[in-house]
């Protein structure tokens, strides 16, 4: 199904290559040009006294211009189906009779002229047998803009067409050297980083070209085809790329050209280097098939593109761009009408739009360049407002995060506290309500005892953690003194060597401190469960830097099977698998032998 943008799209088509085919339909007709015999040169039948040659120039003795009047052979146009008369470009005044009834008067139905205005006529003549043409010059004939000739016959309309074109080319030819210079440039510009000065850059350099070199309408014609390549390969490339470009700056979306300007390029240059000709006027002819259709079609393609996006969404430099690219299509379309020979004015005025086009558009860069500062200046002063907003809005969060987080900590530190005080102190408080159920002399001692180990652990635990550098031994030496010193003063033998640690890596508190739960654990274990009278303790550093503490007790009471599924020890393996220590626990005849293995960890 066909949408309104697809019937847009195909109707935009349609424009842009309608023209173009009609315009190649019209100079196929010139491809055999050359070899035609229905076009009859006039010859001169008889001449005055004066210096008198072609191209017609008449001076006296005093080399001052006289009035001249040729007589040319007699002509039978009764037979001509179309006796045309055809006198190029010339720039002078001229009279033409034929049979000596005025047919042509420059004075009267000449048109003004200047260096890229050249009159030209193109008139019927009656069908008579015997035809006698006349013609009455004042002045001279340019060789460098006049072919010099009268022509007679059906196909003179050719002929004006290519006497037109190549006056056009030769007039321009110049331009169009100068705009490959410029492409070159372009080019090069492209390579460099984007920036603010480089779409100025472009098309200044692009109208400084055109303005210096371009618009000379004194110009010898190629005698190469390496000289023409130039002019064949740059024009409608680089209409169509500036356009282009202009056109993807207006409405901020990006166009690649390069493809579209290569592809160009190559078919030209294979155009040129295929053919074995060295025939110029064949090679203008080519020309004459690629650059209408390119420049006239692009035109209409970007001019109708333009007129709808200024209607749909305005906007100044919608309008400006939309303007130049009418300017351009009017005036290319003009300088095509006249090469083809259908208009006789032969005013070159693509130059002009050229210029015109690239003074708009180095006008819109300059422009938008200054507002775009402006704006920029702007905005800056606007970030800065906001960041200095913004930096007093982080400072204030920022105190509120550390509070936060002064607060998140001391929760954390509370509720270890709380489980602490639980897992360590309540067990024991607990046996001590159990022991006090009933009242016996070694029940009181055993009560005086866990309540000293009550009082030990908490100061232990408080030790601790007043300290940010506590290691390992330092807290084993504090459980030394708060524990083991007093059993001894109670008959327990202890063998306690802690001087490996001295070497030992640092460990996290968290490993020290259950660690310690896990040793004073045990300990108890060993002075009030089993009622050992020796106990050993070693620590040592192994080669991988790991810890390896080992405890036996004896002289006292085998660990059961039993006392396994006691709370004291649950709690100890529940430590030791949460930072990852490995705890082996053995019964023996006598006691048991605890060793605990802690991984090298950093603080």
């Not at 160009?264 to 090679?283: D, E, G, Y």
Request: charged fraction near 20%; glycine fraction near 4%.
């Amino acid at each position: 199904m066909f949408t309104k943008s697809s019937y847009r799209k195909l109707l935009i088509l349609l424009i842009a290559a309608g023209l173009p085919f009609i315009t190649i339909t019209e100079i196929s007709k010139i491809n055999s040009l050359e070899s035609l015999d229905r076009i009859e040169k006039l010859v001169l039948m008889s001449s005055s006294s004066y210096d008198i040659q072609l191209p017609f120039s008449h001076h006296n003795l005093d080399n001052k211009v006289q009035p001249t009047t040729i007589k040319f052979k007699v002509l039978d146009t009764k037979n001509i189906e179309r006796p045309y008369l055809y006198v190029p470009f010339y720039q002078t005044d001229m009279k033409i009779f034929a049979n000596g009834v005025l047919t042509y008067d420059s004075e009267m139905d000449g048109k003004w002229r200047n260096a890229t205005h050249l009159e030209n006529v193109f008139l019927s003549l009656p069908k008579e047998k015997n035809l006698i043409i006349t013609a009455t010059i004042n002045g001279n004939m340019v060789t460098s803009q006049s072919l010099s000739d009268f022509f007679v016959g059906p196909e003179s309309k050719l002929k004006f067409f290519k006497a037109a074109h190549k006056f056009y080319y030769y007039d321009l030819r110049t331009a169009f050297l100068g705009a490959q210079l410029c492409i070159i440039l372009m080019m090069l510009l492209a390579s460099i980083p984007g920036g603010s000065i480089k779409p100025i850059i472009t098309p200044l350099i692009l109208l400084t070209f055109l303005c210096s070199v371009g618009l000379s309408s004194q110009a010898n014609a190629f005698s190469t085809i390496k000289s023409l390549y130039p002019y064949m390969l740059s024009f409608a490339p680089l209409f169509a790329l500036a356009m282009l470009g202009f056109h993807s700056e207006v409405q901020k979306k990006e166009i690649d050209l390069s493809k579209a300007y290569l592809g160009t390029a190559f078919f030209c240059f294979c155009l040129i280097f295929i053919s074995a000709t060295t025939n110029l006027f064949q090679i203008q002819l080519w020309n004459l098939f690629l650059i209408p259709p390119l420049i006239i079609g692009s035109l209409i393609f970007t001019m109708t593109k333009s007129v709808i996006v200024v209607i749909k969404n305005g906007g100044t430099a919608n309008a400006i761009y939309s303007i130049t690219t009418v300017f351009a299509l009017v005036a290319m379309m003009h300088d095509m009408a006249f090469i083809f020979g259908f208009s006789k004015n032969g005013a070159i005025i693509s130059n002009l739009s050229t210029a015109f086009f690239f003074f708009v558009v180095a006008g819109f860069y300059l422009v938008r360049l200054s507002s775009e500062k402006i704006a920029l200046n702007t905005h800056q002063s606007i970030l800065q407002k906001a960041l200095l907003g913004l930096e007093e809005d982080l400072k204030e969060n920022f105190t509120k995060n550390q509070n936060l987080i002064r607060e998140q900590a001391s929760n954390q530190e509370m509720s270890r506290l709380n489980s602490e005080l639980h897992d360590g102190i309540m067990t024991n408080i607990s046996m001590i309500q159990a022991l006090s159920e009933k009242n016996s002399p070694e029940r009181n001692l055993s009560i005086n005892l866990l309540s000293k180990s009550i009082i030990s652990e908490i100061r232990i635990l408080l030790m601790l953690r007043e300290s940010q550098d506590a290691t390992l031994m330092m807290a084993l030496s504090e459980l030394k003194r708060q524990l083991v010193d007093p059993a001894e003063l109670m008959g327990v033998q202890f063998v306690w060597e802690t001087k490996g640690l001295l070497d030992a890596p640092q460990i996290s508190k968290q490993v020290i401190l259950n660690t310690v739960r896990i040793v004073q654990e045990a300990l108890q274990n060993a002075l009030f469960r089993a009622n050992s009278k020796l106990i050993i303790f070693k620590c040592e550093v192994n080669a991988d830097g790991s810890l390896t503490l080992y405890m036996e007790n004896s002289e006292g009471k085998a660990l059961k099977d039993s006392s396994r599924k006691g709370f004291g020890i649950k709690n100890m393996f529940a430590r030791a698998k949460n930072y990852n220590i490995e705890l082996s626990l053995e019964s023996t005849d006598d006691g048991a032998k605890l060793i605990l293995k802690i991984p090298g960890q950093k603080v």
